[in-house]
C-alpha cells in the first residue's frame, strides 16, 4: 500500500504501512525513524529493523543501547565493531531473560550512514539459528 497519506496543504500527511489508517499531523512535522517488527513463527524468532533519518538519533542509540540492557537485568552483553562493506558497523550481542523466564539470544547491529539497526530475537537454544538468520540479513542487504 502507498506510505503517503492525501493532506490538506501546509500539513503533514501519514498513511501507516498496512493501509489501516491515515492521519493529519500538526504542521512542521518531520520524520525522526521507522521500525519496522517482524516475526518468522516456524522458528520463533522476531526480526526488528530501525532506520533514523538523523545521525545524532542514530548515535544515541547505538551508545545507549548496551547500558541500557544492562541496566535492566541482561545476563551478558558483548560488543564488537567489524567492517561492514567499508562501513565501521558494530555488533552488540546479548542475553536477556523474557517476562516467561526464558533465555533469550539478542544480535544488534548497527550500521552508519543508512542509520540502520538490525535485531534478530529468539531463544537461547537456537542461538546459532539467531546469528544465521542475522548473516543472511546483512548478505540480503542493498543500500539505495
Do not use: C, H
Not at 68 to 92: E, I, P
Not at 93 to 111: K, P
Not at 116 to 124: C, K
Request: no cysteine; glycine share 8%; proline share 8%.
Amino acid at each position: 500500500p502507498p506510505v503517503g497519506a492525501r493532506a490538506p496543504p501546509g500539513s503533514a500527511g501519514f498513511a501507516d504501512a498496512f493501509g489501516r489508517f491515515n492521519l493529519t499531523l500538526p504542521s512542521g512535522t518531520e520524520p525522526l525513524n521507522a521500525t519496522y517488527n517482524l516475526a518468522l513463527p516456524a522458528t520463533g524468532l522476531q526480526i526488528n529493523l530501525s532506520v533514523a533519518l538523523r545521525d545524532e538519533i542514530f548515535r544515541n542509540s547505538l551508545q545507549t543501547f548496551p547500558e541500557m540492557m544492562r541496566n535492566n537485568g541482561a545476563l551478558d552483553v558483548s560488543q564488537q565493531q567489524f567492517d561492514y562493506r567499508g562501513r565501521q558497523a558494530t555488533m552488540v550481542v546479548v542475553r536477556l531473560r523474557d517476562a516467561q523466564g526464558a533465555t533469550v539470544e539478542s544480535v544488534n547491529v548497527f550500521i552508519p550512514g543508512p542509520n540502520l539497526w538490525l535485531q534478530v530475537n529468539g531463544p537461547e537454544q537456537d542461538a546459532k539459528r539467531v546469528e544465521a538468520t542475522m548473516q543472511a540479513l546483512l548478505q540480503s542487504l542493498q543500500y539505495r
